[in-house]
């Protein structure tokens, strides 16, 4: 079989930094997004030629940044480089995030000519004034006729990030967003609890006292809410933060993000761009997250670097057994209801998951943080086979992955 990998694409760009961000991104730089196309084509290039044989594509990941400031003939370029180097798998899920302060007439159908087949709009909230507070270039208006237009232009896989707990925001206020949101009948939302991170403004006025911090009780509440909402309405959650509507009676929503699975599921991705992560060959991987060093780098072609990793990896490190097994169970967990199978973990490791992990399972099941569930391995035939975080645990995920870091 063929190997497969899911691809990153790291967007760096931003018309301005909203006040809560700490992503690799940077605000007016967009003279050198012409320069970081042909970068992101070189790295294509390079890592893909170090291949032994031509890889599949299972899923194509646009992210950032904002990775709609740039041009559809940009991303048909950058393309025509990833099928030179790849096959692109027929069912891959091609993605890009969107701002919706960004659109250019007619840029959904360019998109949809490109290739891309789900859009994932950040959107944090509906009301202007907690828009304004993020410091979002965008308004509610804004969302609303970025989805029509997608939705015109054929698109029929349509995500949507939400942010709650923000600084005085009401249980209602948060209740109203989501209600507006789920109205315009999104195949996908991500919910994200906001958390201040030091070296951001939000970072900055919490500490001199300018906004007051999350409440953690009520913010645990939005979520509570949230999660049954979405259940009423036909809302499959499937990992800590991410809903996937699900049109079938029977069986498994088809619109969970499949590039994001590969990461839950532990298996390997490619990154490419300024500061983008990858996971393949036993290795992790980071690449620098300067715009110009990594443009710098992938215009010289005195590098040699074996496969996964190009002119532009800053960092890699080699995964040994014991460290993968532990990432298993951490990123296997935050799968609410998939989690981390026993079978699927022995065929991996030829070790069981309950005799590595015994102490920390047991542990945490007294605590009522873990359960074992059933895998519904058809309609009919169900097995027992899988170690999932209960519903409680959902809200203390962390505790219940750091007993699995070594
Ligand atoms: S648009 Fe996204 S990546 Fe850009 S500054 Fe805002 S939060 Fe950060």
Same mark, same amino acid.
């Given at each position: 079989?063929?190997? #497969?990998?899911?691809? %990153?694409?790291?967007? &760096?760009?931003?018309? !301005?930094?909203?006040?809560?961000?700490?992503?690799?991104? %940077?605000?007016?730089?967009?003279?050198?997004?012409?320069? $970081?196309?042909?970068?992101? /084509?070189?790295?294509?290039?390079?890592?893909?030629?170090?291949?032994?044989?031509?890889?599949?594509?299972?899923?194509?990941?646009?992210?950032?940044?904002?990775?709609?400031?740039?041009?559809?003939?940009? %991303?048909?370029?950058?393309?025509?480089?990833?099928?030179?180097?790849?096959?692109?798998?027929?069912?891959?899920?091609?993605?890009?995030?969107?701002?919706?302060?960004?659109?250019?007439?007619?840029?959904?159908? =360019?998109?949809?000519?490109?290739?891309?087949?789900?859009?994932? @709009?950040?959107?944090?909230?509906? !009301?202007?004034?907690?828009?304004?507070?993020?410091?979002?270039? !965008?308004?509610?208006?804004?969302?609303?006729?970025?989805?029509?237009?997608?939705?015109?232009?054929?698109?029929?896989?349509?995500?949507?990030?939400? /942010? @709650?707990?923000? &600084?005085?925001?009401?249980?209602?206020?948060?209740?109203?967003?989501?209600?507006?949101?789920?109205?315009?009948?999104?195949?996908?939302?991500?919910?994200?609890?906001? *958390?201040?991170?030091?070296?951001?403004?939000?970072?900055?006025?919490?500490?001199?006292?300018?906004?007051?911090?999350?409440?953690?009780?009520?913010?645990?509440?939005?979520?509570?809410?949230?999660?049954? $909402?979405?259940?009423?309405?036909?809302?499959?959650?499937?990992?800590?933060?991410?809903?996937?509507?699900?049109?079938?009676?029977?069986?498994?929503?088809?619109?969970?993000?499949?590039?994001?699975?590969?990461?839950?599921?532990?298996?390997?991705?490619?990154?490419?761009?300024?500061?983008? !992560? =990858?996971?393949?060959?036993?290795?992790? $991987?980071?690449?620098?997250?300067?715009?110009?060093? $990594? /443009?710098?780098?992938?215009?010289?072609? #005195?590098? *040699?670097?074996?496969?996964?990793?190009?002119?532009?990896?800053?960092?890699?490190?080699?995964?040994?057994?014991? *460290?993968?097994?532990?990432?298993?169970?951490?990123? =296997?967990?935050?799968?609410?209801?998939?989690?981390?199978?026993?079978? *699927?973990?022995?065929?991996?490791?030829?070790?069981?998951?309950?005799?590595?992990?015994?102490?920390?399972?047991?542990?945490?099941?007294?605590?009522?943080?873990?359960?074992?569930?059933?895998?519904? /391995?058809?309609?009919?035939?169900?097995?027992?086979?899988?170690?999932?975080?209960?519903?409680?645990?959902?809200?203390? =995920?962390?505790?219940?992955?750091?007993? @699995?870091?070594?």
């Amino acid at each position: 079989m063929k190997p #497969s990998y899911a691809l %990153y694409f790291h967007i &760096p760009f931003c018309r !301005h930094r909203c006040a809560y961000c700490d992503f690799t991104t %940077y605000a007016g730089q967009d003279a050198l997004i012409p320069a $970081y196309v042909d970068a992101l /084509i070189n790295e294509i290039a390079f890592v893909g030629g170090n291949l032994t044989e031509k890889a599949y594509a299972k899923s194509i990941f646009f992210g950032g940044g904002t990775p709609s400031l740039m041009s559809v003939p940009q %991303y048909a370029s950058i393309f025509v480089a990833i099928q030179e180097n790849f096959h692109i798998h027929p069912d891959a899920e091609i993605s890009l995030e969107v701002n919706p302060g960004t659109l250019s007439p007619n840029y959904f159908e =360019g998109l949809r000519e490109v290739g891309f087949n789900r859009i994932s @709009f950040g959107v944090q909230s509906a !009301h202007s004034d907690e828009l304004k507070m993020l410091e979002r270039i !965008h308004t509610y208006e804004d969302v609303l006729s970025a989805n029509l237009s997608a939705r015109k232009a054929g698109f029929e896989n349509l995500s949507f990030d939400l /942010i @709650f707990g923000l &600084p005085e925001q009401t249980l209602e206020k948060w209740q109203a967003t989501v209600k507006l949101i789920v109205d315009l009948a999104p195949e996908h939302l991500s919910l994200y609890a906001l *958390t201040i991170e030091d070296g951001t403004p939000f970072g900055r006025w919490a500490e001199r006292g300018m906004i007051p911090l999350p409440d953690p009780d009520l913010a645990a509440e939005m979520y509570e809410w949230a999660s049954g $909402y979405l259940e009423a309405q036909g809302f499959e959650q499937y990992e800590i933060s991410n809903w996937a509507r699900n049109p079938r009676s029977k069986g498994f929503s088809p619109y969970k993000c499949q590039h994001n699975l590969q990461y839950w599921r532990n298996l390997p991705y490619l990154g490419f761009g300024t500061g983008a !992560h =990858g996971y393949a060959a036993g290795m992790r $991987y980071a690449n620098t997250s300067s715009i110009q060093k $990594y /443009i710098k780098c992938l215009h010289s072609d #005195s590098a *040699t670097k074996d496969f996964p990793l190009s002119p532009a990896t800053r960092s890699a490190d080699e995964i040994v057994p014991t *460290t993968e097994m532990n990432e298993t169970m951490m990123l =296997g967990l935050r799968l609410t209801q998939e989690g981390v199978s026993k079978s *699927t973990f022995r065929a991996r490791f030829g070790v069981g998951l309950e005799d590595v992990f015994a102490k920390e399972i047991d542990e945490l099941m007294k605590y009522g943080l873990l359960e074992w569930g059933q895998k519904e /391995i058809s309609e009919v035939s169900k097995t027992s086979d899988i170690l999932r975080l209960t519903k409680k645990a959902r809200l203390l =995920g962390n505790q219940v992955f750091r007993r @699995f870091v070594s």
